[in-house]
């Protein structure tokens, strides 16, 4: 569960801090009080004067300076209409995916010069996982870098979990492409067993608080989630207006 909503069900239980303490301690001593074993990433003032906006990982709130007051939100400016949020959850969101390693990774190189790289959670059961994979040459045409991550949706242990070890597991990494692409279009992969980053592929996952698959993080970390076609997200990462993502 992200860490916002354990502090949105407890946020009654925040204390007005010590009059003699500064702001960081009072946020840091109150959120202790809800979450004990949280980790504060930064605490730093916010667009807003007596907030301050708290890093939990890819998350952030903003809590008052004595600690009392939790919101739970993002900070609009009005006037030029700019989500403040949206550029440090971005920055946050790409230094933990850039943090897994390419080595880690299964990739597939556009067929032309790459003009932007994504990096894709995929389950391997996922019908528009699958979709997107199907279409894994067209996002090459337009120029698209995709990198996988795994992150099987029903868990440890399950079948896809396994499909994706044994992908990793299949060989060198055009081996774990073409074993990609085989269980992608349904066919049975061998079942194997070695080190892999499946598990910390999942808990990367669960750190950006993924709920479904597949799920986009581009090249500036913006999320995307589900399906986008070739040439909108080529669009998109261009610059284009956002729209829905395309299921």
Known sequence: MPIYRSIAAAVLMLTTGSLLAGPEDNIRAALKKVVP???VESITPAPVKGLYEVLVGTQIMYVTGDGRYFVDG??????????V???RL???????VDGVGEAEMVIFEPSIAAKHTVTVFTDIECGYCRKLHSQIADYGKE??????????RAGKGSPAYKEAVSVWC???????????TAAKSGQTIEEKTCDNPVDAH?????????????AIVTDTGELIPG??????????LAGAPADEAVR
């Open 170 to 180: 299949a060989g060198d990494a055009s081996a774990r492409r073409e074993a990609m």
């Open 74 to 83: 993002r900070i609009v400016d009005l006037n030029t209409r700019e989500d």
């Open 90 to 96: 971005s920055g946050a969101r790409k230094s933990l």
């Open 143 to 152: 120029g698209i870098r995709v990198r996988y991550l795994f992150y099987p």
């Open 227 to 236: 399906y986008v076609e070739p040439k909108k997200l080529a669009a998109q």
């Open 202 to 214: 999942m808990t990367v996952g669960e750190d950006l608080g993924l709920r479904g698959t597949p």
């Open 85 to 87: 949020t949206e550029p």
């Open 37 to 39: 074993d949280i980790k």
